[in-house]
């Protein structure tokens, strides 16, 4: 038995290892090579990406920079002299490149909320009385229509439910900051009850649901996602089952 | 005489810097072989490039690993492994991902009683996965010796999740606070204080259990 233990943890430190390696191995610290140069009076370098971090150096009007790479709002550059530090996207912006073109960094605003196609989001709340715990992930077919997955998890007092469901997703209002949607699906439920409960048996049901919604635009790539849904339980008895979810998550879009 | 050395010359010389005009627009990504003859004789060595946001690379995401030990209620305070894995969103705020493993001891009762089990042994295995959010709150510069500056942050996290123990699975909340370290951009290293709290009524009536954690770990920025 104390072999079995062992050998648990032993597959699961290699597993650890071999997917912190695979992230070792995925991080790529490229030199781009992509130069800019200095339009302003100065631009200021920081040691750190974060604007609390102190200014240790300012490059001047016409200097060249390399940009290496970026931290959320940062970017990290070296000048011909071989000082390196951290300018933020905004005085990146203010520069230009080789060809004379001034630098853009897309940043994903509010007019991208209902142009962009993928979004994924994790939400949780309330199914029925017990906790429930969600990951989505959805495509916009149009700006109105999309479809979704979900996976969930339910933690009761009496059994562990285990879900996935499909969706199709409308949403009338998409230039709406807070945008209502609806939403019809089906699933299957995995249902497991407590092991402190006697002769209970693992089983399958089917379910569809209906719901509403609202997305609610917060900034950069992020949204709020609020949502309620009704669903009916297939049972083998004789009468089907219902519950009612509701939900909240935070959601990004790409 | 003079006059044909000097053809000759030139025309190796044009020659020569033709050959490596063309091997070099060959190796250039945008270059265009119509131009050539135009060219001048002695071509800069790095052709203009735009800048393009897409081949910066980014480094918001961070992945790395988390030892150390948690005190299971109850069940004694075995070392655990993790995995850790965050999602930069500001300079301030992060989504994060937890998941880890340790083998839970015996009660006080088991050990004590002579021959009690109250779990199996594949019930002590201890397994658990969350997700929440994190904001870190006083970046700052750690310094060691005077040639070494290291960037740092104090970071609060809370989220939700699941503890599978004892044959079931439980819906748990946790919160903590952790220091980071970074050694340079890519590379961190992490110590955190984290509570998970559960319900539980494996011995007798239900109560919440707190599970405090102490772990250390690296991660990397990719």
Redesign the interface.
């Known amino acids: 038995?104390h072999y079995?233990?062992r050998r648990?943890?032993l597959s699961?430190?290699f597993l650890?290892?071999c997917?912190?390696l695979f992230?070792?191995s995925?991080?790529?610290?490229?030199l781009?090579?992509?130069?800019?140069k200095v339009l302003e009076p100065y631009l200021e370098l920081r040691?750190?990406?974060?604007?609390?971090?102190p200014v240790f150096h300012t490059a001047e009007t016409g200097e060249w920079l390399q940009?290496?790479?970026?931290?959320?709002?940062?970017?990290?550059v070296k000048d011909t002299r071989g000082h390196e530090g951290w300018a933020s996207v905004d005085a990146i912006r203010k520069t230009v490149?080789?060809?004379g073109?001034a630098?853009?960094?897309?940043e994903p605003r509010f007019e991208d909320f209902n142009s962009r196609r993928w979004e994924l989001g994790?939400l949780?709340g309330d199914f029925d009385g017990a906790?429930v715990?969600s990951f989505y992930g959805g495509y916009w077919w149009t700006e109105y229509l999309s479809t979704e997955v979900g996976l969930s998890?339910i933690?009761g007092n009496f059994s562990?439910i285990r879900m996935i469901n499909a969706d199709l997703v409308h949403q009338p209002f998409p230039t709406w900051r807070v945008s209502p949607f609806f939403a019809l699906g089906a699933g299957s439920a995995f249902i497991r009850p407590?092991?402190?409960l006697v002769d209970v048996e693992n089983r399958n049901e089917d379910s569809v649901h209906f719901g509403v919604g609202v997305r609610f635009y917060v900034s950069?790539r992020?949204f709020v996602r609020a949502e309620y849904k009704e669903y009916v339980v297939f049972t083998d008895r004789d009468q089907n089952e219902e519950a009612q979810e509701w939900k909240i998550g935070?959601s990004v879009f790409f | 005489m003079e006059n044909r050395t000097q053809r000759i010359l030139l025309t190796s010389a044009l020659l020569a810097s033709l050959s490596l005009g063309m091997s070099a627009s060959a190796l250039a990504v945008e270059g265009d072989s119509s131009e050539n003859d135009e060219r001048p004789l002695i071509e800069p060595d790095?052709e203009?490039?735009?800048?393009?946001?897409s081949?910066?690379?980014?480094?918001?995401f961070e992945?790395?690993?988390m030892t150390g030990q948690i005190s299971v209620e109850d069940f004694e305070v075995p070392w655990f492994?993790?995995?850790r894995g965050a999602y930069?969103?500001?300079?301030?705020l992060f989504?994060e991902g937890n998941l880890g493993?340790a083998?839970a001891g015996e009660t006080s009762f088991e050990r004590l009683g002579g021959g009690v089990q109250i779990l199996e042994?594949?019930e002590?295995?201890y397994f658990y996965y969350n997700?929440g959010?994190g904001v870190?709150l006083l970046?700052?510069?750690a310094f060691f010796g005077k040639n070494y500056?290291f960037?740092t942050n104090f970071y609060l996290v809370g989220g939700?999740?699941?503890t599978e123990f004892?044959?079931?699975?439980?819906?748990t909340l946790n919160y903590g606070a952790g220091y980071q370290l970074l050694f340079n951009?890519?590379l961190a290293m992490h110590l955190q204080m984290r509570t998970y709290m559960y319900d539980i009524?494996?011995l007798g009536e239900e109560k919440t259990a707190t599970d405090i954690q102490f772990a250390t770990g690296m991660s990397?920025?990719?």
Do not use: C
């Open positions: 038995m079995r233990k648990s943890l699961f430190t650890a290892l997917l912190w992230g070792a995925a991080f790529a610290q490229s781009t090579g992509q130069k800019v040691t750190g990406p974060g604007e609390g971090f940009l290496l790479y970026r931290k959320t709002t940062w970017v990290r490149d080789a060809n073109q630098v853009v960094f897309k994790a949780g906790s715990g998890q933690l562990e407590k092991s402190t950069d992020y935070l | 790095v203009p490039r735009g800048v393009k946001e081949s910066i690379d980014t480094e918001n992945l790395g690993f492994l993790g995995l930069h969103l500001t300079e301030y989504v493993y083998d042994d594949d002590r295995s997700i959010l870190n970046p700052g510069e500056a960037n939700m999740g699941t004892a044959g079931d699975s439980r819906l951009d890519w009524d494996l990397m920025f990719f």
